[in-house]
T-cell receptor
């Protein structure tokens, strides 16, 4: 069974440019989460999809971030325009089940984003 | 709001020594608690989780953790460290009514000396 995959693994862009990160969850997992780790800080929740619907986007920093999940399969996270403080590692995770919070989340390797 | 504190951003032990990574949480309701490990260039992998069953939880690779409600702690231990245990370890909490989102501690980098 393939795990959670993320593309690209690294991205270096200039301030003001646009970047799109992609996450492919484990097949059949309804829940998809995005997290971010800024250097030196803890991993922080960004948002949660249940199938194609946004369940919780309370962690999204601002309206420069747009997440979508087409047909309840893969998800994209677009940053437009990118700012220096957006640099960090973006993780995607997926899990089965809906509702209770005890389901194991399977994480992808992350996308390291550097904004210069 | 819930939060997680991991004491020590870096911990160094000798091979064969006890590993103790500390985690304290703050939550208004009983939480679910997790320990994840991240090896270099890999995603986070679940070591173990507490979901209100047994307070002593055994995980993979010989790790275990004990939930202590009175101390609001969930420390991770392993009796004898191996070189392969060198990684970054994350404690996390989630609440049953919040869709499973994880609140993480700052992470602890474990080094194992030969």
């Amino acid at each position: 069974e393939a795990g959670v995959t993320q593309f690209p693994s690294h991205s270096v862009i200039e301030k003001g440019q646009t970047v799109t990160l992609r996450c492919d969850p484990i097949s059949g997992h309804d829940n998809l989460y995005w997290y971010r780790r800024v250097m030196g800080k803890e991993i922080k929740f960004l948002l949660h999809f249940v199938k194609e619907s946004k369940q919780d986007e309370s962690g999204m920093p601002n309206n420069r971030f747009l997440a979508e999940r087409t047909g309840g399969t893969y998800s994209t996270l677009k940053v437009q325009p990118a700012e220096l403080e957006d640099s960090g590692v973006y993780f995607c995770a997926s899990s089965q089940g809906i509702g209770r919070g005890a389901y194991e989340q399977y994480f992808g390797p992350g996308t390291r984003l550097t904004v210069t | 709001a819930q939060s997680v504190t991991q004491l020590g951003s870096h911990v160094s032990v000798s091979e064969g020594a006890l590993v103790l990574l500390r985690c304290n949480y703050s939550s208004s309701v009983p939480p679910y608690l997790f320990w994840y490990v991240q090896y270099p260039n890999q995603g986070l992998q679940l070591l173990l989780k507490y979901t209100s069953a047994a307070t002593l939880v055994k995980g993979i690779n010989g790790f275990e953790a004990e939930f202590k409600k009175s101390e609001t702690s969930f420390h991770l231990t392993k009796p004898s460290a191996h070189m392969s245990d060198a990684a970054e370890y994350f404690c996390a909490v989630s609440l049953y009514n919040q869709g499973g989102k994880l609140i993480f501690g700052q992470g602890t980098e474990l080094s194992v000396k030969p």
